[in-house]
């Protein structure tokens, strides 16, 4: 486990993971989209990106798949196996992000600075909802046997107090992500669902794995 938390390493080591790593990028991104289409999926998609990024990470030196079939295979079967798990984050986000939009338009709608304001508030909770949905996907798909949903979800939420100033800076690194995605529109399908789970996963792996640096000299050495 490594002992000293570097954001400066998980914000290279993850830059690093997408360069090397930049057509599954767009092909993991793409099949998340499709799989949220129906919205009660998007729990199962968030699953079965974090499980398939984490594969591909963490076991690049010990067999994890190498094309671009295998591993959308890969996210394809991981899928499946969390569609009744994933529900319950479907639900937590879409009523997140449902009540934000409604207060969001109302607010604009009638110039309430109230709904206004309790929009604002939203924004932020879908931001903290998201990253405690990615890192309990960590927690689920890393741990054997697999917690239930309610286990993951508490240790996901004291792995994120744990490190508040960690958990902040990873969080504004996302703002940015999905900032920028929202001013190339086409880069939020493409771009920005894998973006956030590869950094998901080497924030992961530098609290409580091999380290975020390990994770960069792997792909140095292979570069």
Do not use: N
Request: hydrophobic share 55%; charged share 15%; aromatic share 6%.
């Amino acid at each position: 486990m490594s002992q000293e938390v570097t954001p400066g390493a998980v914000l290279r080591a993850a830059a690093r993971v997408l360069y090397t790593e930049l057509v599954t990028v767009v092909l993991t991104s793409v099949a998340f989209v499709v799989v949220a289409l129906p919205l009660v999926t998007i729990g199962a998609g968030v699953l079965a990106l974090v499980e398939t990024w984490t594969t591909i990470i963490t076991e690049r030196d010990t067999g994890a798949p190498v094309t671009e079939r295998e591993r959308l295979r890969l996210f394809a079967r991981s899928v499946r196996r969390h569609l009744r798990a994933g529900v319950p984050y479907s639900v937590v986000l879409l009523a997140v992000t449902g009540l934000t939009v409604v207060y969001a338009v109302v607010g604009l709608s009638t110039q309430s600075g109230v709904f206004v304001v309790a929009a604002v508030v939203g924004v932020y909770a879908v931001i903290g909802v998201t990253m405690w949905c990615l890192r309990a996907a960590s927690v689920s798909v890393r741990t054997e046997p697999t917690p239930p949903t309610r286990a993951a979800a508490e240790r996901a939420g004291l792995m994120l107090l744990d490190r508040p100033y960690f958990t902040v800076l990873v969080a504004t690194f996302a703002v940015v992500v999905v900032v920028l995605g929202a001013l190339v529109r086409v880069a939020v399908p493409l771009l920005v669902p894998a973006v956030l789970a590869v950094v998901e996963v080497v924030a992961f792996e530098e609290l409580a794995g091999e380290g975020a640096a390990e994770v960069r000299a792997t792909y140095r050495r292979e570069s």
